[in-house]
Nanobody, 115 residues
Framework: QVQLVESGAGLVQAGGSLRLSCAATGNIGRINTMGWYRQAPGKQRELVAGETTFGNTDYADSVKGRFTSSRDNAKNMGYLQMNSLKPEDTGVYYC?????????WGQGTQVTVSS
């Protein structure tokens, strides 16, 4: 089993920054890809940033140029740096990982951006 635990949640004013972290623990063989989703109140869960099997990262149009996803393979950690935050970035952010072909999800962490 693999567990993903997000951290870095918080309340921030518009224009501010936050960095989310995702720690992968358990029976980790090889992490194929990692990514981040979010779900705003009353809306469907949407992709924020996702690694592809080609090694690049796809970003939602709404976060391009503001968010950066990265990974530290040695530590089995993923990160989402969020800059120039907007109130519409508010939501629960979920870390995902594909490990040895299996998909795993974190429990989610709340990000609130005030105007």
């Amino acid at each position: 089993q693999v567990q993903l635990v997000e951290s870095g949640a918080g309340l921030v004013q518009a224009g501010g920054s936050l960095r989310l972290s995702c720690a992968a623990t358990g029976n980790i063989g090889r992490i194929n890809t990692m990514g981040w989703y979010r779900q705003a109140p009353g809306k469907q869960r949407e992709l924020v940033a996702g690694e592809t099997t080609f090694g690049n990262t796809d970003y939602a149009d709404s976060v391009k140029g503001r968010f950066t996803s990265s990974r530290d393979n040695a530590k089995n950690m993923g990160y989402l740096q969020m800059n120039s935050l907007k109130p519409e970035d508010t939501g629960v952010y979920y870390c995902t990982a594909k490990v040895e072909g299996w998909d795993y999800w974190g429990q989610g962490t709340q990000v609130t951006v005030s105007s």
